[in-house]
């Protein structure tokens, strides 16, 4: 079994930061790319930001200069760092990553996701 776990969200005022944390469990082999996606009420769910294995980065353009996201491979860890926040930005934050497992192979799993709301 594989399990992404994050953590970090809550109630910050605008302009605010806060910084989501992502651990990955499990039988695992490697982790290719991860990710941060987002879900507001009423919307689609959309990528925010990706990283890959090499540490090469992509934003979606309403977060580029504001967020940055990491990773530590030894860890199985991946950070969203999210600053000057705006009430726009506030959606339940979920990760993802493509996960290789012994004897399974390469899938994509999903975790439950942590609330961030941005409010004054």
């Known amino acids: 079994q594989v399990q992404l776990v994050e953590s970090g969200g809550g109630l910050v005022q605008p302009g605010g930061s806060l910084r989501l944390s992502c651990a990955a469990s499990g039988n695992i082999v490697s982790i290719s790319i991860m990710r941060w996606y987002r879900q507001a009420p009423g919307n689609e769910r959309e990528l925010v930001a990706s990283?890959?294995?090499?540490?090469?980065?992509n934003y979606a353009d309403s977060v580029k200069g504001r967020f940055i996201i990491s990773r530590d491979n030894a860890k199985k860890m991946a950070y969203l760092q999210m600053n000057s926040l705006k009430p726009e930005d506030t959606a339940v934050y979920y990760c993802n990553a493509v996960i290789a497992r012994i004897s399974v192979g390469w899938n994509d799993y999903w975790g439950q996701g942590t609330q961030v709301t941005v409010s004054s």
């Open positions: 990283i890959t294995i090499g540490d090469s980065t």
